[in-house]
């Protein structure tokens, strides 16, 4: 093995971007080290990019020109004269050339070995690695070996996670098709398509185990942390302790013994983490070892007391794990509390996760007692934030579209449950799509409260209702009104002649003020007016006005007083409103006055639903019948493939754009004329 502890450690620069690059500013901040950061174009204004004592670009935006770039990366550790390169998660993390190549150029690299990331790096490698170990394991398939028998099966890229080069299959008809998407899609994330398959596990439990092991030897287990809740493979909502685990202190055992063999196996150093497939019988199998810092971390650091980022920069430098052993092995609980944390996503979860971009205008968590930290001797529940974004920041299409990590802890699993929910509730977040109202439909249903959560979680629960929005169809006309006030009290306060009159006030009735808004598919046309005696609004009995400003709106509904806080916010695109209240937040589209006739697109255009690149196109050409559900093209934005399809059968009678074409939301696609030639 390498040895990387030698020499001073006296700067980090952080080969990574975002949350997980503050997060790892922070703990070099509180042990007094340096910090240098590396930005893409993209990430010039972003907050991890302010923050390091050290700023280096990477020009170019997209991951390609940038954050995968090993020499680049390398380079500008060299140049601002950093001691010792941090991979952060994702990236080049887990890609033991470029752990060597650091090593080589004499630096430390604050991960794992290169042998024991070359070790894991291969997922087919790496389980019969632990097969051999007397660790249990699923049954690879080929894509030729698979049978009806097999199904349904789980489509895997060797080389990475998060989702990418996942799918699964249910019958042996679509698994060609699927095998060469998955071959692309990895190809794209991890520079490497080489992808298996073995049988999917319907209602397993995500259950991973923490470990940190030193270079004398020592290897513990941290806890473990429950991640079943996931989309497309991919964990939203992650927790420690399991509650399925905690209720059975001989699976925690087994769990630990197998994940402690697994790095004494391989030699392994520093911070990482073993995830298994547990069964509702409590068997488990070898899922996978990711040879870095998790995503997820915060929940055990928070139940632990534990930094792992301080204990990754301590074993890095030598330093042994002390010999009382880990959180609980001589005789203290391990755990203390529960911790349950959220992943706050730019993404529509009822349109398919489909990712969304833009400014984000106002971002804010209420409640918030941390960032980046574990604090010590508080008993009382509270929340920390993990966050990569701020108001003004905008969030772009070249990466992963996650906003934030907020964790909330408490004494008990249930409090942690409902202060979580309670504060992603009240958050101000304009701008830009989010899940967030799932995360808190998830957090406050009946199942996950009981701990009854697996991998099907979603689909056995319903995602069209999971993912229902917080505020009810009368939230939404009650909001829609708010929205209105506070635009006449905006028009009232920037008027240049008698600004202190209500909007459209008479001295004798007359007609409405109008106002039209929309929320999704629905509008609402708002008529109101001003008189001697207050607010008339049409359709509004019993709701009378208290106040407005352009911020705040404050309404009494048949005696029930309510506070509305409002948001306006201008794009190139449209206006905006947004109308906070303890009922759900409501994002509105001002209604132009007049509509501009170029504005319009032809009947059956599909528009491109987000920024990206065209990357394949379908069979079917201009002129040809195409059926409803056909694929026409594939966009990627996010690292992830999004398929375009006919929404009606009928003929394609436009295709403006081809492989390679970088496309704007709202771009037209294609145009589909409904029945077409017979």
Wanted: aromatic share 6%; net charge negative.
């Amino acid at each position: 093995m390498a040895d990387f502890t030698t020499g001073p450690l006296n700067s980090v620069l952080v080969a990574n971007r975002g949350e997980i690059a503050r997060r790892v500013f922070a703990t070099c901040r509180r042990l007094g080290y340096g910090t240098v950061a590396v930005f893409s174009d993209a990430d010039a204004d972003a907050p991890h990019t302010r923050e390091a004592d050290v700023a280096v670009r990477l020009p170019g935006a997209t991951s390609a020109e940038t954050y995968l770039r090993s020499d680049l990366l390398i380079a500008a550790a060299l140049a601002a004269g950093a001691d010792a390169v941090h991979p952060g998660y994702g990236f080049l993390s887990e890609k033991e050339d470029f752990a060597q190549a650091v090593v080589d150029a004499g630096l430390r690299w604050l991960g794992p070995p290169p042998s024991a990331i070359a070790a894991m790096g291969s997922k087919v490698a790496a389980k019969k690695m632990m097969a051999a170990a007397g660790v249990p394991v699923l049954r690879e398939l080929g894509a030729e070996e698979a049978t009806a028998a097999d199904l349904p099966v789980l489509i895997k890229a060797s080389a990475g996670g998060g989702g990418r080069g996942m799918r699964v299959v249910r019958t042996l008809a679509e698994l060609p098709g699927q095998w060469q998407a998955a071959q692309a899609e990895a190809s794209s994330a991890f520079g490497d398509g080489t992808v298996f398959c073995e049988q999917y596990i319907e209602t397993g439990r995500h259950i991973e185990v923490q470990i940190l092991a030193d270079a004398h030897g020592a290897v513990w287990a941290v806890g473990e942390r429950e991640c079943s809740i996931q989309r497309r493979h991919q964990k939203v909502v992650e927790e420690a302790p399991s509650p399925f685990v905690q209720a059975r202190p001989e699976l925690r055992e087994k769990l630990f013994a197998a994940a402690r063999e697994a790095a004494a196996v391989i030699g392994y150093v520093g911070a990482g983490t073993v995830e298994f497939l547990v069964a509702p019988d409590g068997s488990f199998a070898f899922l996978e070892m990711n040879t870095r810092l998790q995503v997820e971390h915060p929940v055990t650091e928070l139940t632990t007391g534990l930094d792992l980022v301080a204990w990754q920069l301590r074993i890095a430098t030598g330093e042994a794990l002390p010999a009382s052993g880990a959180p609980g092995e001589s005789g203290e609980p391990g755990t203390r509390g529960s911790a349950i944390e959220v992943r706050l996503y730019a993404e529509d979860p009822a349109k398919d996760w489909q990712p969304a971009s833009g400014t984000l205008h106002a971002f804010g968590v209420p409640g918030v007692v941390c960032e980046f930290e574990a604090p010590t001797g508080r008993d009382e529940p509270f929340l920390r934030l993990d966050s990569g974004v701020e108001s003004g920041s905008v969030v772009g299409v070249y990466y992963d579209p996650m906003l934030a990590k907020v964790i909330a802890w408490a004494p008990r699993r249930d409090e942690a449950a409902r202060l979580l929910a309670s504060a992603l509730a009240a958050s101000r977040i304009h701008g830009v799509v989010t899940n967030r109202d799932l995360l808190v439909n998830v957090l406050r249903h009946p199942a996950f409260l009981a701990g009854d959560t697996d991998t099907a979680f979603f689909a056995t629960h319903g995602l069209d209702t999971l993912a229902a929005p917080l505020a009810s169809p009368e939230t939404e006309r009650i909001s829609a009104l708010a929205g209105a006030l506070a635009l006449a009290a905006a028009n009232r306060a920037e008027a240049t002649v008698l600004g202190g009159l209500p909007s459209g006030w008479r001295n004798v009735p007359s007609q409405s003020q109008r106002r039209v808004l929309t929320a999704g598919s629905s509008e609402y046309e708002v008529r109101y007016r001003f008189g001697r005696d207050g607010l008339h609004a049409e359709g509004y009995e019993g709701v009378g006005l208290v106040r407005a400003t352009l911020g705040e709106v404050v309404l009494d509904i048949r005696g029930l007083r309510r506070v509305f806080r409002v948001g306006r916010h201008a794009t190139m695109a449209a206006q905006t409103v947004v109308v906070d209240s303890a009922m759900g937040s409501v994002t509105f589209t001002v209604a132009p006055t007049f509509t501009d006739p170029a504005d319009a697109v032809a009947a059956g255009s599909l528009l491109a639903p987000m920024p990206g690149s065209v990357v394949r196109l379908g069979p079917a050409g201009v002129g040809d019948v195409v059926e409803a559900g056909q694929p026409i093209l594939w966009l990627e934005a996010m690292k992830m493939e999004h398929q375009v399809s006919a929404p009606v059968a009928g003929v394609l009678s436009a295709l403006p754009v081809s492989v390679g074409s970088q496309v704007d939301v709202g771009t037209v696609l294609a145009v589909v004329e409904e029945g077409g030639a017979a």
